[in-house]
C-alpha cells in the first residue's frame, strides 16, 4: 500500500506573517520505531509499508498535498516575556479532517532548523521523542485533551545533547498548535489586522459559537479551566506551562520536563531548569489564569473601544478562579465516589490530600484503593487513613454505585518516571520492547490488567527520577 494523508491546509492561507515556508531537513536512515495505526484511521491516513513511511514521516519526502511550514509565535518563558519564539524544530506539514469531521494539524518535531532556531540545533532525540510518544498516548487514553503521537522515526544521525544521542522525529497531531504566544506576538508588534484575522481563524476553527474576542477569551478560559483540573486529578506536572505551551484548543501540548507524581506532594517539581518552583504542581490552576491574563491582554489590542475590552476582559479572568475550583470540585467528587458535590465536601477532599501529603501517600495508587480495602495501606501512619474514612463512608453511604464511579475515574495505570527512564534507556540500547509493553498497558489506564501489576508499583527508593530535562 501507499501512503496517502488527505491534506486540507487553511493556516497557509492567513498569508506569509504568519509563518516561514520551510521544508523538513533530509536525515541519514530513517527508520520506524512507532505508527499508531489507530489514530491514522481516524485521521483518514492510509498507512504505507514501514520504508516509505519512514521517509516521510523522517522528514526526506514531503508527501502530496503537505505544504510544510513553521509557525512564528512568542511567548512568556517563565515569566519574561520572548517577542520572537516560532517553531524552532518543527514543521507543520498540513491539516486533515479525520472521520470525526475535526480538522488537526500533522507536525514534524525535531524536522530540523527554521528561520526560528536560534541557537537550536532543530533536533530531537529519541528519548524525549518515545516519552512524549507514551505520555500523550496515555493522556488521551485518561480522557485528558491532548496532542497525540502518529509516528515516531529513528533517524540515524546523532544529535549532542551531553553526549551523542541517536536522533528521532515524532509526528504530532494536534487540534491545531494556535498558542496564548501566536496572539501575543502580533500583539506586541501592534499588528491589528493580523490579530484580528488570527482571532476569527482560531473561533472558526474551535468556538465557531464564541463571538468577538471576548467571546473567544471566554471559551479558552473554560478549557482551560477544565483541563488544568483534569491534570490536577490525575497527579500530572506539566512543568513548562509557558504562555508558547499554552493551546486555545485547551489540548495539553509540549511534553519536555513532564511527570505524574508518584507520592502526593502539592509543591512537587519535576523540571530541573523550574528553580523558583513556578510550575509546582499545586501553583498550576494559578498560572492557567495568568496565562489567561496575557490572551487578554493581546487580544483586546483589537477592539474598537479598549476601554470596554479592559472591563470585559477583567471580568472574564477574575471569573477563572471559580471556573478552575468547580472544575476540580467536580473531578475530584468523583475520585472519591461522589457524583454531586454539596457542602462540606470540599473539605473532606482537602482533609484526605492533607493526609496523604504527611503520610506520603503515593497519589494514583490510593484513590485507585479506596474503591477496595487496600487505601490505608498507603499511608505511613493507616489511623490516619481510618479516622478520615469514617467521616467518608458515611458521606457516600447515600451514593449510588461509588465503587463503580471511583473505577471510571481513578486510573490504575499512569506513565511512572521511573519506567519511562527504564523504556528510555532500552530503546538507546535497541530494546523496543518496554515501549511496546507500555503503550499496550496504557491505553486501558483504568481497566486492573494483574499480569502487569509491577507496573502500578511506586519506585523504589533507588529507582526515584528527582528531575526531568528540557534539553530535549
Ligand atoms: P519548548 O521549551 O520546547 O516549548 O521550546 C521553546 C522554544 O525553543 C520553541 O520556539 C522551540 O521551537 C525552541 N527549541 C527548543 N528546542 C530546540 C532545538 N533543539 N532547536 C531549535 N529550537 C528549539
Ligand atoms: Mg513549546
Known sequence: MTLHIPFDNTYAGLGSGFYSKQAPEPVSSPRMLAFNRDL????????????????????????????????????????????????????????VIGTDGIRRDIQLKGSGRTPYSRRGDGRAWMGPV???????????????????????????????????????????????????????????????AALKRLTQYAIDRHYPGAKGPMGLLRAVRDAQARLVAQWMSVGFIHGVMNTDNCTISGETIDYGPCAFMDIYNPSQVFSSIDRMGRYAYD??????????????????????????????????????????????????????????????????????????????????NTFRALAGEAARGQFLDPGAFDSWATTWRQRIASEEDPE????????????????????????????????????????????????????????????????????T
Open 40 to 95: 491514522a484511521q481516524v485521521l483518514g491516513i492510509t498507512p504505507g509499508d514501514l520504508p516509505e513511511m519512514a521517509q516521510v514521516f523522517g522528514g526526506n519526502r514531503v508527501p502530496e498535498g503537505a505544504d510544510p511550514l513553521a509557525q512564528l509565535y512568542a511567548g512568556h518563558q517563565f515569566g519574561t516575556f520572548n517577542p520572537q519564539l516560532g517553531d524552532g524544530r518543527a514543521v507543520l506539514l498540513g491539516e
Open 130 to 192: 518515545l516519552r512524549e510518544y507514551v505520555v500523550s498516548e496515555a493522556m488521551h487514553a485518561l480522557g485528558i485533551p491532548t496532542t497525540r503521537a502518529l509516528a515516531a522515526v529513528e533517524t540515524g544521525d546523532s544529535v549532542w545533547r551531553e553526549a551523542a544521542m541517536p536522533g528521532a522525529v515524532l509526528t504530532r497531531v494536534a487540534a491545531s498548535h494556535l498558542r496564548v504566544g501566536t496572539f501575543q506576538i502580533f500583539a506586541a508588534r501592534r499588528e491589528t
Open 283 to 364: 501553583n498550576q490552576p494559578g498560572i492557567v489564569v495568568w496565562n489567561l491574563a496575557q490572551l487578554a491582554t493581546a487580544l483586546i489590542q483589537q477592539m474598537d473601544d479598549p476601554q470596554e475590552g479592559v472591563e470585559e476582559a477583567t471580568e472574564i479572568v477574575h471569573a477563572m478562579p471559580g471556573v478552575i475550583e468547580r472544575e476540580w470540585l467536580s473531578r475530584f467528587a468523583a475520585k472519591i465516589g461522589i457524583t454531586t458535590p454539596k457542602e462540606g465536601d470540599m473539605a473532606l477532599i482537602e482533609d484526605l490530600l492533607d493526609r496523604m501529603a504527611a503520610g506520603q501517600a503515593d497519589f494514583t
Open 404 to 471: 463503580g464511579l471511583m473505577r471510571q475515574v481513578n486510573p490504575a495505570f499512569i506513565p511512572r518516571n521511573h519506567r519511562m527512564e527504564e523504556m528510555i534507556a532500552a530503546a538507546v540500547s535497541g530494546d523496543l520492547a518496554p515501549f511496546e509493553r507500555l503503550m499496550d498497558v496504557l491505553v486501558h489506564p483504568y481497566e486492573d490488567q494483574p499480569e502487569h501489576r509491577n507496573l502500578q508499583n511506586p519506585p523504589r527508593p533507588q529507582e526515584v527520577v528527582p528531575a526531568t530535562f528540557c534539553g
